[in-house]
T-cell receptor
Framework: GAGVSQTPSNKVTEKGKYVELRCDPISGHTALYWYRQSLGQGPEFLIYFQGTGAADDSGLPNDRFFAVRPEGSVSTLKIQRTERGDSAVYLC???FGAGGPIGTDTQYFGPGTRLTVL | DQQVKQNSPSLSVQEGRISILNCDYTNSMFDYFLWYKKYPAEGPTFLISISSIKDKNEDGRFTVFLNKSAKHLSLHIVPSQPGDSAVYFC????????????FGQGTELSVKP
């Protein structure tokens, strides 16, 4: 497909468990972003990759959250010891990541993974 | 600390009329503003943007206005169509923050035939 894909689309887990959420960006996009959207709120920035490296991880709420992008394409968001407050839709976006003024590099979002922690 | 605010959670407009969605921000460092549109079970899709050096940007039925002194921007849709019914998010970024976007809470627009 041509767009950003995220798997799984839904994930239900129990409190304390470990989860991994996957993002496949648009081919050729060097920048990748993770956001979290809670009910009734807008997306909240978590982390931004330029290539393989995390350029900005200031939005990760605590050390239970970790993300990787080892080959500069697919990314995995990992959440350890999940808590009920982690329940949200996790959105991934990608962009070309090069050239132009900051902010003009349009981010294309995937459909999200709905995480429910029981 | 909500740096980008959309104070109207919902808006209902008649088909063919103008829809005006509002957004306020507090951080004077923001230099780029965007509007995204979101349908249920889909990710947000980019709609239109504006640089802080401009006060208006138009793309077809969509126009974004920026009032820097008031730290306010608005999205005008005219004429509104039923397919415009969605949640609209205002977002902002600034130069030294990479691609990090700060989003508002969203406004749900309903365009009635």
């Amino acid at each position: 497909g041509a767009g950003v894909s995220q798997t799984p689309s839904n994930k239900v887990t129990e409190k304390g468990k470990y989860v991994e959420l996957r993002c496949d960006p648009i081919s050729g996009h060097t920048a990748l972003y993770w956001y979290r959207q809670s009910l009734g709120q807008g997306p909240e920035f978590l982390i931004y990759f330029q290539g393989t490296g995390a350029a900005d991880d200031s939005g990760l709420p605590n050390d239970r959250f970790f993300a990787v992008r080892p080959e500069g394409s697919v990314s995995t968001l990992k959440i350890q010891r999940t808590e009920r407050g982690d329940s949200a839709v996790y959105l991934c976006a990608s962009s070309f990541g090069a050239g132009g003024p900051i902010g003009t590099d349009t981010q294309y979002f995937g459909p999200g993974t709905r995480l429910t922690v029981l | 600390d909500q740096q980008v605010k959309q104070n109207s959670p919902s808006l209902s407009v008649q088909e063919g009329r103008i829809s005006i969605l509002n957004c306020d921000y507090t951080n004077s460092m923001f230099d780029y503003f965007l509007w995204y549109k979101k349908y249920p079970a889909e990710g947000p899709t980019f709609l239109i943007s504006i640089s802080s050096i401009k006060d208006k940007n138009e793309d077809g039925r969509f126009t974004v206005f920026l009032n820097k002194s008031a730290k306010h921007l608005s999205l005008h849709i005219v004429p509104s169509q039923p397919g415009d019914s969605a949640v609209y998010f205002c977002a902002a970024s600034w130069g030294n923050q990479g691609g990090k976007l700060i989003f508002g809470q969203g406004t749900e627009l309903s365009v009635k035939p």
